[in-house]
């Protein structure tokens, strides 16, 4: 199984790590960034144990995925806008920065911004629905 290259905010500062699809983010927290002040309790989402703020929300960390932790990614995901995977840390990284500099970019925007990253598998169409969906996420989330 392909492990996915996760890029995130942690304690406000940029962070990076692999880690399996299905992989919890308490898994990745501890095991994959060495941040063992998050603690396994339950494992079922009970206890509190391993509370963690993602956008926002307190969640319980050992029933989160971690390709979760940041919505761009996680709108890939839904989007099946990834197949090799070859281009995708270029598009999410340029969609990031997208998103930073405007979060309410329009369709023709977007397409411009991501015109220096090439694609051989998806087509550019699920790429760009997968950004616009996180700006309207980003957005509602900010509400």
């Not at 095991?31 to 002040?37: F, K, S």
């Not at 079922?44 to 971690?66: E, F, M, N, Q, Y």
Request: charge should be negative.
């Amino acid at each position: 199984m392909a492990r996915l290259h996760i890029e995130t905010t942690i304690n406000g500062e940029p962070a990076e790590f692999l880690c399996d699809p299905h992989e919890t983010l308490l898994s990745a927290l501890r095991n994959g960034l060495g941040l063992t002040g998050t603690k396994e309790g339950c494992s079922t989402g009970d206890c509190g144990a391993c509370s963690v703020i993602v956008d926002g929300r307190l969640v319980p960390a050992c029933l989160v995925l971690a390709p979760e932790a940041h919505p761009l990614q996680q709108k890939f995901l839904e989007h099946a806008a990834l197949q090799c995977g070859v281009c995708t840390p270029g598009f999410i990284v340029a969609a990031a920065a997208l998103l930073d500099a405007k979060p309410n970019p329009t369709e023709e925007e977007t397409r411009f911004w991501l015109a220096g990253n090439l694609c051989r598998c998806t087509g550019y169409d699920k790429i760009i629905r997968a950004v616009l969906d996180t700006a309207a996420h980003i957005r509602e989330s900010a509400v």
